[in-house]
């Protein structure tokens, strides 16, 4: 039974509690979302696997999900990109953002979301139980995805897409 770890809006530490049970109320909690550019300023999207508890099937940023506790966001995002997609790269914080969306199965993500920021040019080794596809696609070539088809992204991903673009 995984536990992540819950936050106040200044993200202290309250607590931990069952990943589920925490999506199940809506709870605020750490979490972090990586993304990912090669040599070409390109962006690495991955379609998420469609068994995954919320939001399968869509587009987003190279990977997200929880820390641990005693677990840093650098080296929980480390783990988690080699997890999700066979590789390891130097990362770095580049901002964070509250946010709450709720899903259509009942789920509730309430996340204080760590953003960080990488650059990969080797190869990708998706871990198919997570990942579907994947392609390095250009900011515009993205915005443009967006503006028309805004159902095939996650929820995250619209919210944070235009920070990170103005960020970079």
């Given at each position: 039974?995984?536990?992540?770890?819950?936050?106040?809006?200044?993200?202290?530490?309250?607590?931990?509690?069952?990943?589920?049970?925490?999506?199940?109320?809506?709870?605020?909690?750490?979490?972090?979302?990586?993304?990912i550019f090669n040599d070409k300023n390109e962006m690495l999207l991955q379609q998420?696997?469609?068994?995954?508890?919320?939001?399968?099937?869509?587009?987003?940023?190279?990977?997200?999900?929880?820390?641990?506790?005693?677990?840093?966001?650098?080296?929980?995002?480390?783990?988690?990109?080699?997890?999700?997609?066979?590789?390891?790269?130097?990362?770095?914080?580049?901002?964070?953002?509250?946010?709450?969306?709720?899903?259509?199965?009942?789920?509730?993500?309430?996340?204080?979301?760590?953003?960080?920021?990488?650059y990969y040019n080797q190869k990708i080794t998706p871990?198919?139980?997570?990942?579907?596809?994947?392609?390095?696609?250009?900011?515009?070539?993205?915005?443009?995805?967006?503006?028309?088809?805004?159902?095939?992204?996650?929820?995250?991903?619209?919210?944070?897409?235009?920070?990170?673009?103005?960020?970079?």
């Amino acid at each position: 039974m995984e536990k992540i770890v819950l936050v106040d809006e200044y993200d202290n530490e309250i607590g931990v509690e069952e990943k589920t049970k925490v999506h199940q109320l809506g709870l605020l909690h750490r979490a972090f979302s990586v993304f990912i550019f090669n040599d070409k300023n390109e962006m690495l999207l991955q379609q998420r696997a469609f068994n995954k508890y919320h939001s399968g099937g869509l587009w987003t940023n190279a990977c997200c999900s929880h820390p641990h506790k005693n677990e840093t966001v650098v080296n929980a995002a480390k783990r988690r990109l080699q997890e999700e997609l066979g590789f390891i790269t130097e990362l770095e914080i580049a901002f964070h953002f509250i946010y709450k969306a709720t899903f259509e199965n009942g789920l509730i993500e309430h996340e204080y979301d760590y953003v960080l920021i990488g650059y990969y040019n080797q190869k990708i080794t998706p871990n198919i139980n997570e990942v579907v596809n994947y392609k390095f696609i250009s900011l515009q070539e993205i915005e443009k995805e967006l503006q028309q088809n805004p159902a095939h992204f996650t929820e995250w991903f619209k919210i944070a897409f235009p920070k990170v673009k103005s960020f970079s």
